[in-house]
T-cell receptor, first 112, second 117 residues
Framework: EDQVTQSPEALRLQEGESSSLNCSYT??????LFWYRQDPGKGPEFLFT???AGEEKEKERLKATLTKKESFLHITAPKPEDSATYLC?????????????FGEGTQLTVNP | GAVVSQHPSRVICKSGTSVKIECRSL??????MFWYRQFPKQSLMLMAT?????????EQGVEKDKFLINHASLTLSTLTVTSAHPEDSSFYIC?????????????FGPGTRLTVL
């Protein structure tokens, strides 16, 4: 069974204080790993897709990396508007219809 | 690009009534759409996978007769909660995967808050 574990559950940062969120996964052959951002009362917003170990992607203050066992979402010099819940999801190879398995998320709060 | 809408955003209904939620991909076609349910402080739980022109595939434990899914076109899927009860109150979110692009990325709608009295 595919499993995704995100840590920490919650993270409080001061504005400008860089940090990383972790997503550990167990899957029978990884087809893709996805990061989303979710604001309260809204649907998830797509951030990144990673397909193979060693791959990295960046968008503004966010950088996602992937190894064979985990992914990190690095946040550089965060701002209060980066406060949200960050979700990680995996898709297993051979999965019909692109089924995703989500982690429980990391709730990030950035204080001004 | 890759915008998904949902309607309504909020709905309050009486116990025993049925509620229909629409999910539309606005700027792309989607042969596959997904319906999720999210409880407070929890992650997304996949309810069913909707394929255009065919029957939906439901996850284990999801009652297909209670949660009716129709994917009538490449841009529209609907979820009907039949004979709703208070325990069906939840945040329902759809997603869509662009067709013909080779991407597995799902793009999510803004969600529908259902409250059953």
């Amino acid at each position: 069974e595919d499993q995704v574990t995100q840590s920490p559950e919650a993270l409080r940062l001061q504005e400008g204080e860089s940090s990383s969120l972790n997503c550990s996964y167990t899957v029978s052959g990884l087809r893709g790993l996805f990061w989303y951002r979710q604001d309260p009362g809204k649907g998830p917003e797509f951030l990144f897709t990673l397909y193979s170990a060693g791959e990295e992607k960046e968008k503004e203050r966010l950088k996602a990396t992937l190894t064979k066992k985990e992914s990190f979402l690095h946040i550089t010099a965060p701002k209060p508007e980066d406060s949200a819940t960050y979700l990680c999801a995996v898709q297993a190879a051979g999965t019909s219809g692109s089924r995703l398995t989500f982690g429980e998320g990391t709730q990030l709060t950035v204080n001004p | 690009g890759a915008v998904v809408s949902q309607h309504p955003s909020r709905v309050i209904c009486k116990s025993g009534t049925s509620v229909k939620i629409e999910c539309r991909s606005l700027d792309f076609q989607a042969t596959t759409m997904f319906w999720y349910r999210q409880f407070p402080k929890q992650s997304l739980m996949l309810m069913a996978t909707s394929n255009e022109g065919s029957k939906a595939t439901y996850e284990q434990g999801v009652e297909k007769d209670k949660f009716l899914i129709n994917h009538a076109s490449l841009t529209l899927s609907t979820l009907t909660v039949t004979s709703a009860h208070p325990e069906d109150s939840s945040f329902y979110i759809c997603s869509a995967r662009p067709a013909g692009t080779g991407t597995d990325t799902q793009y999510f709608g803004p969600g529908t808050r259902l409250t059953v009295l």
